[in-house]
């Protein structure tokens, strides 16, 4: 979801601030909300809508309402409270924010994670929410000490007056804050100010993870609550014709076996032994009109509608007249799989529907599309359903769906008791919402001086934002031509086209979402082009990027810092390759070398990132290095193949990702760029990885490859 919000005026956003006897709390609203948000200071926190909680003891507590699936945001949105608040760091603590319209994304209109927006969509509302809180305090010291509030200053988590030297503690100022009313407008700090910012700050969720009280959604455990598992149709689009339970209700503690809407549940007093009684089941299926299906006949269909013109996506000049008078054309055809997000842990969740509400614990990235569905099973208003967000075991766009929510909610309803939801390993392979596959045709012209004069893509593949909103406008999903319709670089004429082929195959949002498959597409597409024209692949997209300085930066900074001039040692080889994704440029330089029976060893990845103002450059190079691996698993391992109508990998036997042991060195390089805000980091890294690879692959061999993920036999 490559979507950057427009600047939020602050006195649409802060609301008002609440007190109790306990400590201050700040209260927000974001455009369009207007409810007043009624908090209490008391245990219950964790359920209140607010942003800061300052108890008597000095503990600050911030509410995020984003979910921690590894990116850092329960540290870096924290950063942006404590820049302006200006307390002590080792005071701050945080907690995820309850399911509420105060907690909406103003991108997104909803309470939801995604399209690396996190830092960009609260870079100023959370640094506002901590200089109102500021200001407050230093109100009620200056009133308490009876001196002008301007004569005194915030530092550490106290407010000084150095005219009398007082000091005291934001604990001990909360209750009388929380009286004053928010003042009309807060001034920000610059940059050269942040003491926080841009720091490499340790994160506030390891000690817990190494500890083991970091609970994450399959560690749930509720009062009286039963543990299911569900067997769902393997072929897309099948459904239940008829099952025999007997055998699965003699398992060993299973206690009820029934049909619901994705399958049949099998409902026992622990996982294992639902798993158990599942694999007793005998079921037959009707599997629809799906059940021929194949990723030959998908590609096939792909293949057959490029030999019409598609919805222009981009036009520039006459592409098709260039490439007929120029001097060398260049023609290839590129294509990616279906691939799996493969999250850590898998699909689960908890939930207790009741007459009176519900309530659900859940890893999601979509608190408001979850509480919407227990709504409406459960058949109460959405603010009748408490959603608990745990920590998430991988995320990577998959837990954006509601499936295994909607699951969890239908059997508690049909139990009449808590119930949690676990997938197995193979449920979640064969079961996603996958990155769609996709077949690209490009053409290109160049004159005699190897100049480039056009360029054409013709893109067909399914559309994502179909299958999560339901249709697309006029046949065109921007996402499904993303890195091709805005390509930086500098082509005279220009032509992309888009086929939207509607498939059964479940799509949805998949880490750098379109980037990924055509950031490959691209990269290596113009490395065949600097071929045909004898030029160096950096200096051949340098004479591109004129006009587009961030590209040119970090493509540069990459070059530099990876020696891409220097010779390397013999037997290794260099690839090249730059792609901006959700406003953020990432370029990067892998050096690999082939072993005797062809398979490719990556042994170093150099990375170049313009992000605007960095955060916390500690979590950056992490996500950097994430996004590395995840991109090389499936640049060299993954991918989603289809037969008789469902997913053939299981288990990472067959749906394999990188090993430790087969990890490359990473050095992250992050641009000076803090005079600009924030944009994100969470899914960048992801797209320059594959063609880069390919790219050394073409260095090393000479043979040009043009799908993924590699297999040594495409050498032969």
Not at 78 to 87: G, R, T
Not at 577 to 604: G, M, P, Q, W
Request: charged share 25%; net charge neutral; hydrophobic share 40%.
């Amino acid at each position: 979801m490559s979507v950057i919000s427009t600047k939020i005026d602050r006195r649409r956003f802060l609301k008002t601030s609440l007190a109790g006897a306990t400590g201050l709390i700040v209260g927000f609203y974001l455009p369009g909300r207007h409810e007043v948000l009624d908090a209490k200071a008391d245990p219950a926190i964790a359920e209140l809508n607010a942003f800061i909680h300052i108890s008597p003891g000095n503990r600050i507590t911030i509410l995020v309402s984003k979910s921690e699936m590894g990116q850092g945001v329960s540290t870096s949105l924290p950063m942006l409270v404590a820049e302006e608040l200006e307390c002590d760091w080792r005071t701050i603590h945080f907690e995820f924010a309850p399911a509420a319209p105060a907690y909406f994304d103003p991108a997104f209109h909803r309470q939801l994670t995604g399209g690396s927006t996190s830092i960009h969509d609260c870079w100023e509302p959370l640094r506002e929410a901590g200089a109102t809180a500021r200001e407050m305090l230093i109100a009620a010291a200056a009133q308490k000490w009876g001196v002008n509030a301007r004569d005194c200053h915030a530092e550490h988590g106290e407010v000084v007056h150095p005219g009398t030297r007082q000091r005291a503690s934001y604990g001990s100022l909360a209750e009388a804050a929380a009286k004053i009313p928010p003042p009309a407008s807060v001034k920000l700090k610059n940059y050269t100010e942040f003491t926080i910012i841009g720091k490499p700050f340790k994160r506030l969720d390891v000690q817990e993870k190494v500890d083991g009280r970091a609970r994450f959604g399959i560690d749930v455990r509720r009062s009286g609550m039963y543990h299911a598992v569900v067997l769902r149709c393997p072929v897309f689009g099948g459904k239940v014709a008829s099952f025999d339970a007997t055998k699965a209700k003699a398992v060993r503690g299973v206690k009820e076996v029934f049909e619901i809407s994705s399958g049949i549940a099998v409902v026992a007093d622990n996982t294992w032994n639902a798993m158990e009684g599942r694999r007793a089941l005998e079921v037959k299926w009707d599997e629809g009109s799906s059940a021929d299906v194949t990723s030959d006949s998908i590609f096939e269909q792909f293949s057959k509608a490029l030999e019409k013109p598609g919805v222009p996506a981009k036009k520039v000049g006459d592409a098709a007249s260039a490439l007929s008078t120029a001097a060398t054309k260049v023609e290839a055809e590129y294509r990616a799989p279906y691939e799996a997000h493969a999250a850590m842990e898998p699909m689960n969740c908890t939930a207790d529907i009741r007459e009176d509400g519900a309530e659900l614990w859940v890893p999601t990235q979509a608190q408001t599309s979850s509480q919407q569905v227990a709504a409406k099973i459960a058949g109460v208003k959405p603010e009748q359903v408490t959603v608990h967000t745990t920590f998430l075991g991988g995320g990577f766009g998959r837990r954006s769906e509601t499936d295994f929510v909607a699951e969890a909610c239908e059997i508690s309803k049909a139990m009449k008791a808590p119930v949690q939801v676990t997938w197995s390993r193979d449920d979640d392979t064969r079961h996603d919402f996958y990155r769609p596959a996709s077949l690209a045709r490009f053409s290109a012209g160049l004159d005699a001086e190897g100049n480039p004069t056009s360029f054409a893509a013709h893109v067909a593949c399914d559309s994502v934002l179909r299958w999560v909103f339901g249709s697309v406008r006029n046949g065109m999903d921007g996402t499904s031509v993303d890195a091709l319709a805005n390509s930086p670089y500098d082509f005279p004429n220009i032509l992309v086209d888009y086929q939207l082929i509607p498939g059964p195959i479940p799509l949805g949002f998949w880490r750098s979402v379109g980037c990924s498959q055509n950031g490959f597409f691209r990269e290596c597409f113009i490395d065949e082009l600097a071929v045909k024209a004898g030029k160096d692949p950096y200096e051949f997209r340098r004479g591109l990027l004129a006009h587009s300085p961030h590209n040119l930066g970090v493509l540069d900074l990459v070059a530099e810092k990876a020696g891409w001039s220097k010779p390397l040692p013999h037997g290794r080889y260099r690839g090249i390759a730059v792609v901006e994704a959700f406003h953020t440029y990432v370029a990067e330089v892998v050096e690999i070398s082939l072993d005797k029976r062809k398979n490719v060893r990556v042994h170093r990845v150099v990375v170049a990132v313009d992000l605007g103002q960095p955060v916390n450059p500690a979590i950056i190079e992490q996500q950097v290095c994430s996004g590395v691996v995840y991109g090389l698993s499936q640049t060299l391992k993954g991918e989603i193949t289809i037969d008789k109508g469902r997913v053939v990998q299981g288990n990472f036997d067959t749906f394999k990702v990188l090993r430790m042991n087969e990890m490359p060195q990473i050095e992250v390089h992050i641009a000076d760029s803090h005079r600009t805000p924030p944009t994100g980091m969470g899914e960048p890294g992801v797209p320059p990885i594959a063609p880069a690879v390919f790219n050394a692959i073409y260095a090393a061999t000479g043979k040009r490859l043009r799908k993924i993920p590699y297999r040594p036999e495409d050498l032969a």
